[in-house]
């Protein structure tokens, strides 16, 4: 019997418009059911037990269903832990935030990975700024000559718009800075120049306090509308930037303009054993809302640059290591505390003598700045508390259930069970930021543990687990504590280019001389500036 022609099932079809294997189906579905109605009532019921028993046994052994219910944010299993698999892991990140970055905000200022848009603040690209040297540090030769072409033909800085002097200086200013002295193209230096010389009419103040605001355009500043205050630390973080500007354009003004800041803050009253009040009125010249002194938001980089300043210099300017000795002490005394369950040192902040356990994250760059100055010859103990705060960075991540840290936690002093971290419901947000795996860098390169590389990998996933945007890009998230649902916010911060991811490939790299500590200094922004041959003149 041979089988059935092409036209003999074209006709068989037509009879029948189901076909015959339809009615095959029909068959053995009718015998089935024959044989199942054969089977007594006890022989169907402990059939279908055992079925039911093979189900239950399926999904306890087979955790993808688990993983499917819960999507994408799940931990995978296994991922590379050799240095090499994690210097590409943080290649792919970068180029995966650059990927969604260049699609939907390519010149603007900031990437919604989540609505593929973007967000505008000053209007200088400042996303594409901020990651020109990272890009040059991870060799992503393509992606940094594009963001270079950009650079030559489309920033310009001749527009009617207020910038904040703080931001617009580490992030642009740095930025240009950093991409010069990495690649020696003088185009960085020149735009540096024409921003920096934008930039001066902050500083024409009664006080010579810089406003906050200033308009590159017209040549104008002016400070917040709801206030004649500037930030401590935004008035005292940009002279690291402006310090260098100076020496490579031979123009002393830059330089002198935040040297006087910096002399004026030395001798202020109203410290407290080298802790500062957070603002300083441009009028006056003095400190307001005094009595309230933290590390974290509005005073932490003033710390930082002290010591960083007095490593650019050459390690001559006697009052910036002064002052910087003297607020370690102070912080020493006033604000370190212990937690009551697992004795994890940590930073508090005073409020008119009253302590308040409570530590924003960003206080988690003091480690690394406390571990660059015991390389730098001073006091041992430093590094001792560096050790101790490092460990409770890491478990402000390590405790929450996305393994990312939040914006700003509470410490328990209870000498009691309870947990170490308590995060109140305003405070679980999360914005990529760099602090910890900038510390991470730090400690690291100094002693060599490995185990400040592992955490820092643990971060790494945690970030691309629960903050990855599909499509490109990555999101900062409204709720650490809440794997399942962590609420992406829609906006990813050019830091995150600037300061973690490069921070983690630093962290990741065998390379000891790949931006030597001994030659040059980061910004608050990981911008890297050279250490001055010699002293300042």
Known sequence: MYPPSRKDFISLTLSDPHGPSYNN?????????????????????LVLFLLAL???????????????????????????TGTVDRLEA????????????????????????????????FGLGLTLIDSLDTMWILGLKEEFAEARDWVEKELSFDKNVDVNLFETTIRVLGGLLSTFH?????????????????????????SKIPFSDVNIGKGTAHPPRWTSDSTLAEVTSIQ?????????????????????????????????????????NTNTGQFTHKGVFTLGA????????????????????????????????????????QTGPSKLTFVGELSHSRFNPKMDHLVCFLPGTLALGAHNGLPGDHMDLAVQLMETCHQ?????????????????????????????????????????????????????????????????????????????????????????????RDKMESFFLGETLKYFYLLFSDDPELLSLDKYVFNTEAHVLPIWPSAPK
């Open 25 to 45: 189906g029909k068959h053995r579905r009718q015998s089935c059911w024959r044989k199942w109605k054969q089977l007594s009532r006890l022989q169907r019921s």
């Open 54 to 80: 093979l189900l239950i046994f399926g999904l306890l052994t087979y955790p993808s269903v688990t993983q499917q219910w819960r999507g994408k944010r799940l931990r995978p299993a296994q991922l590379p």
């Open 90 to 121: 943080v290649c792919d990140a970068f180029r995966h935030a650059w990927k969604g970055y260049k699609d939907y905000a390519w010149g603007h200022d900031e990437l919604r990975p989540i609505s593929r848009s973007f967000g505008e603040w």
């Open 182 to 206: 990495l690649t020696g193209d003088r185009l960085f230096l020149e735009k540096a120049k024409d921003l920096g010389s934008r930039l001066m009419p902050a500083f024409k103040t009664p």
């Open 240 to 280: 690291l930037e402006f310090r260098e500007l100076s020496r490579l354009t031979q123009d002393p003004q830059y330089q002198e303009v935040v040297n006087e800041v910096m002399k004026l803050v030395h001798k202020l009253p109203g410290k407290q054993d080298g802790l500062v009040p957070m603002f300083i």
């Open 298 to 337: 509005r005073a932490d980089s003033y710390y930082e640059y002290l010591l960083k300043q007095w490593i650019q210099g050459g390690k001559t300017e006697d009052d910036l290591l002064e002052d910087y000795l003297q607020a370690v002490d102070g912080v020493r005394k006033h604000l370190v505390r």
């Open 396 to 488: 402000m991540y390590k405790q929450m259930e996305t393994g990312l840290s939040p914006e700003i936690v509470h410490f328990n002093l209870q000498a009691n069970d309870g947990n170490d971290v308590v995060v109140k419901p305003a405070d679980r947000h999360n914005l990529l930021r760099p602090e910890t795996v900038e510390s991470l860098f730090y400690m690291y390169r100094f002693t060599k543990d490995t185990k400040y590389r592992d955490w820092g990998w643990e971060i790494l996933q945690s970030f691309n687990n629960y903050t990855k945007v599909p499509g490109g890009g990555y999101t900062s998230i409204n709720n650490v504590r809440d794997p399942l649902n962590p609420g992406p």
